[in-house]
């Protein structure tokens, strides 16, 4: 899973509402399907860009993936490179494009799940909203709070009542 961070929650409910407007949206296009749209949000690269660079490689984001090498200089590993530099892994851009992560979809009503299908703009919007929730959740849980209230105390201030 990718690591949480508040740039890569920003990005995902971006790409999720820019899709929510109107966005260009084609899964069969490199550069705006799943992973072509995260990558324009990502990397301010256009579709157009995005899509000239897949054609230098063989295959589907998940192909593309699989192949990545991050010396090779190519254009479709420098991308993949630097969106792995705002804490993708492979996996989830592979994940992405199939609509298909576990932890993701388990957090989707049961009803819903069952009925998504990875080339339905709708269903990716779903995806990434909840994508974004569950990395801002992991976030908020290793928030540590310090304890003031010993130190309150101490001091003679008064502890809250609690209602």
Request: with cysteine; proline share 5%; net charge negative.
């Amino acid at each position: 899973m990718a690591k949480a961070s508040l740039s890569l929650v920003m990005a995902l409910r971006r790409t999720a509402q820019k899709l929510q407007q109107g966005n260009p949206y084609m899964w069969g296009h490199m550069g705006c399907c799943n992973c072509g749209n995260l990558a324009q949000e990502l990397t301010d690269l256009t579709k157009a860009d995005i899509h000239e660079f897949a054609l230098q490689g063989r295959g589907d984001w998940r192909e593309q993936v699989e192949e990545y090498c991050p010396t090779s200089g190519l254009p479709m590993d420098l991308l993949i490179a630097d969106m792995l530099n705002h804490g993708l892994n492979t996996t989830d851009l592979q994940h992405l494009e199939r609509l298909s992560d576990p932890a993701i979809k388990n957090l989707i009503p049961l009803e819903r799940r069952n009925q998504m299908k990875h080339n339905v703009r709708e269903d990716v919007i779903l995806y990434l909203n909840t994508w974004a929730t569950l990395l801002e959740e992991t976030l908020l849980a290793s928030v540590q709070l310090p304890d003031f209230l010993p130190e309150l105390v101490a001091e003679g201030v008064r502890k809250p009542e609690l209602v």
